[in-house]
């Protein structure tokens, strides 16, 4: 069973930052690709970044770009998303979740589909004061 472990949510200032970590203990994260979700209160999950374990493809959706930077320390086990210039609209709860679909960046098919990912956090909540 992989068990995958969000930390660095906390409350902080629009236009603050923040890196949000995704462990796993035991686990090698070899040839998965490893996504980022949110969820805010009344709405639905979306994803916000990804990045193959294997050759470090990254991938971000609109809401991610220019500020958001996802990176992968292998020899950690540990996957951070590193979020900067923090809108009120950022806030939600932060989720990580991994895929055995290595090359799931590679095949044109779009990766925030919760179906790809076997194994999700219990995820961190992020607060983002106007």
């Known amino acids: 069973e992989v068990q995958l472990v969000e930390s660095g949510g906390g409350l902080v200032q629009a236009g603050g930052s923040l890196r949000l970590s995704c462990a796993a203990p035991g686990f090698r994260f070899d040839d998965y690709t490893i996504g980022w979700f949110r969820q805010a209160p009344g709405k639905e999950r979306e994803g916000v970044a990804y990045?193959?374990?294997?050759?470090?493809?990254?991938y971000y959706e609109d809401s991610a770009k220019g500020r958001f930077t996802v990176s992968i320390d292998n020899a950690k086990n540990t996957v951070y998303l590193q979020m900067n210039s923090l809108k009120p609209e950022d806030a939600a709860v932060y989720y990580c979740?991994?895929?055995?679909?290595?090359?799931?960046?590679?095949?044109?098919?779009?990766?925030?589909?919760?179906?790809?990912?076997?194994?999700w956090g219990q995820g961190t909540q992020v607060t983002v004061s106007a």
């Open positions: 990045i193959s374990s294997s050759d470090i493809t990254t």
């Open positions: 979740a991994a895929s055995s679909i290595g090359g799931l960046l590679r095949v044109g098919v779009s990766p925030q589909r919760s179906h790809f990912y076997e194994y």
